[in-house]
Every structure is written in C-alpha cells, then in structure tokens.
C-alpha cells in the first residue's frame, strides 16, 4: 500500500527561510521585511524573526523615520495590532514627531482595497490605526496584503498598498507590479510599475492644515443621524431622541439624513412607533435602512411606512442620493457590482454638490472591530473617491468619525438614541454645513446639546493628482 504524505507538514520550512534569507542578502541598500500572513503559517513568526529579523521596529535615515509593526496573527488571515505594538508606534511618533517624513509600514491594509474581492480580512483595530495615522500627521503608510496595487490620500497621509511582485496570486487580471517612492519636500510621488511595462504615476502634494476666515454664506444645513433603534425596548433612550429632536428642530435644517438602524427590530410594533416620533417632524428626511430594519417583516415595513429603498433628494443645486447595503438578519452589508452601477448612473446628475449616504461604514471606525464594514467597500470608496463625490456619509459601529479621501469627505454618525454606542461624548448625531468654500461637520451630544468640531474641509471638485 502507498504510504500518504501528511497533508498537515507544516509550509514554513526551515530551508524555504534560509532561501528567502539568501535572496535578499543580495539587496545592498538597508531594507525593512515584514512578516504577512502566510509567513505566520505553523509557527512561522519565530522562524521570521530568527532568519529574517525583528518583527517590529524603528529606523532613522536622517530626516526620515520608518516605523514597522507586525500585524500578522498566528495561523490567520485577519490582522491584528496589539496594545503593545500599538504603543509603540504612538512613543515612535512622538519621539520623531520633528522629522521631516513619518513612514508606516504594514502588512495588512487600513484602508479598503478595491478590485480584490470581499472584504474579509481587515485589520481588527484599523480604525484605532487610522485615527493615530491621522492624528500624527504621518506621511506614509505601506501595505501589502490584498495583492492590488491602490493609492489614496486621506487628509495629509499617503496610503500605498502594493500589488505582488513574484506571487502567481494576482487580482483583477492583473501582472505582477511594485511600488516606487519618491519623497520630496511639499510632494510624494509614487510610481507603480507592473512586468508588462505599464506603469502608473501619482503626485500628491503635501497638503497643510488651513485655518479658515471666510467660508462665504452658508448654502445648506444637513442634519445626520443613525441608530435611533425606536421600540418600547430599554435599547431606545427615549430622553436623549426626544432632546435631540428638540435640538435639530431649533437648527432648522433643510434636511435630516438617518443613516440606518431606525428601529430595533423590523416587526410592525417598532415601525409604529417610529413613524409616531418622526412623521411630526416638519423638515424632510430621507432613510436608508440597516440590518436590522429590514430583519423579519422590515422589508415590507420599511417601504411601507417610509418610502423606496434607495430614496433621493435634490434642490436642483445639492443632491442626497442612498444607497441600500442591508443584509437580511446580517450586521454585514453590501452594495454589490450592478447596484454600484446603478449608483454611479443616478450620480450623473448636475447638481454642484452631490453626497451619497447607506448605513454600512466605507471607512474603518475608531474603537470597533470592523465587522460592520461594508463586504465591498474597496470597490464602493474608490468608484465615489474618483467620481470626485463631495461627501458619503454612513451609520454604523457607534461612533463619529470623519476624514477627507482624495477630494470627498465621509463622515460617520453616532448612535443618536441608543444604548449601543462608543464615544465618550455620550450619544449624538451631525450637523453638516455647507458654505460656498467649505463645508463643516460638527457633533451635537443628543441629550445636552454640546457641540464638537470633526474637521473643516475645502470645498474643492479638482483633483489634487495626476
């Protein structure tokens, strides 16, 4: 009988390390190696760090300071970065806060990919990464993970992932590429360059923080809220609604947008009293539903007693268009290729100013796990990113959070009356101004009213790279 090889051996060998080893001693400028996930594959970490070196670190090259973490987790795919890693990443930022470029580099990426399939395999805390990156005015910050080279500029940061470069596992159709960097003062160029001698260029110039004296008059008060979850349940703090529905009423804005999660649960009991607390409302609205409006009987009852799926509204000047991402009884969502092109055709309007909002987040968000992010999130944000869309706003994981993509600002709202929420600014929903230069996004704590700045930005339709 022919003896069977153990289908469990484990793949990282000692041999195929020393090969590695072997080949990029041959590289004769410093260079930095990262663990991945298949690297971490049946003890693969300490075999990385014998023959390969440190897991994680930080390099000077004069002016410039890398920063290196290991994100790659014992047998998995999905990546995580400790508390330990974490700090020291925060000390290394803090201690070169005077350099002149902050790089980060990563296996995993923070940002999603597009054209390499689900997004499956994010970075458990990416939120958390994307908030100190951002706080810390980092330059740079180089990943690997998804096997499709993608570039975007998030506020000041650069954010590069790299395709493969030898792996037979490209995505999309695409050929083996990699990644040319070229830093200089006020700009970061970066070339990507593929075996079949096509390349791709990208100029982003560093952009400074702007301190605005005149944002010109105000053109539009958009009100943002989510996660309501109205019901006769503890889950709905009815005080915190009913204040901050007293609040919004004083704004006087020219439209409210609920980002999801209306009602706890998609039976008719939390339909009724929903449509009892927002139908006296004299401003219009416009809804896209969560997981958990359209659980049970929601699907019925959403269209029922608020309206079509994807709703829209224009002044002729400013367009609000949504997007439907909910799954039945799934925290999960997804848009999916033929409704992005639906979108996309809606978008092709002439309004100056267009915004979409859905429920599922496109961006990772501080102090969750990412399980409520979009599944196709990487092919949503880079279509809405190119299309030079002004502003996407989403409802999910309980937390507020904005930041500048490219040249459109997505903004993330709170829990607005649920006990399910993050912040430490307690409940809220968003204001967002729009002037003629700029458009402003603010905070409101639903039970007290207190107000909080998340971010300013440049109303500006060019593209900043080429």
Known sequence: MKRRENQNQPKNE???????????????????VLAG??????????????YLGPLNGVQEFGDAVVIHVNSAVEDKDQGRVGM????????????????LIKILAIHHHVIPIPMAGRERNVLYNAGDMLDLILKEDVDLVLSGHRHYPNIYQIEST???????????KTRYGDVNSYNVIDIEESTRKVKTIRIDGKTQQYSFPKREKRVFSDLGD??????????????????????????????????????????????????????????SYLTELKFPIVYTPAGRDVNYLGYYL?????????????????????????????????????????????????????????????????????????????????????????????????HPFAARVENTIVVNANSLSSVYQRSIFGNSFNIIDIYEEAIAVFEIN????RRRLLGIWERNRKSDHS
């Open 14 to 32: 000692i041999p195929i390390v020393i090969k590695a080893k072997e080949i990029l001693s041959g590289i004769d400028i410093p260079y930095i």
């Open 37 to 50: 996930n298949h690297d971490a594959r049946s003890g693969g970490l300490s075999l990385f760090e014998e």
């Open 84 to 99: 330990v890693k974490f700090n020291l990443m925060r000390r290394a930022l803090n201690d070169c806060s005077e350099k």
């Open 158 to 168: 650069v954010f590069i992932n790299a395709g493969t470069t030898s792996a037979t």
């Open 218 to 275: 105000r053109k539009f008060k958009a009100v943002q809220i989510a996660n309501t979850l109205i019901s006769d349940s503890r889950a709905f703090l009815k005080r915190n609604f009913t204040n901050a529905m007293d609040t919004i009423k004083e704004l006087e804005p020219d439209l409210m947008v609920h980002c999801g999660g209306i009602v706890k649960e998609g039976i008719a009991r939390d339909y009724d009293e929903a449509v």
């Open 302 to 398: 959403f269209p029922t007693y608020f309206g079509a799926i994807d709703q829209r509204y224009s002044n002729g000047k400013i367009l609000f268009q949504g997007v439907s991402s909910a799954e039945y009884d799934s925290q999960e969502g997804i848009v999916g290729s033929s409704q992005r092109k639906v979108l996309l055709r809606k978008l092709q309007s002439s309004e100056d100013l267009k915004a979409v909002f859905i429920h599922h987040n496109v961006l990772p968000i501080p102090h969750s796990r990412e399980k409520g992010l979009l599944e196709d999130s990487g092919d949503l944000l880079r279509q809405l990113a190119d299309a030079q869309i002004d502003l996407v706003l989403t409802g999910t994981s309980s």
């Open 446 to 449: 639903s039970l007290w009213g």
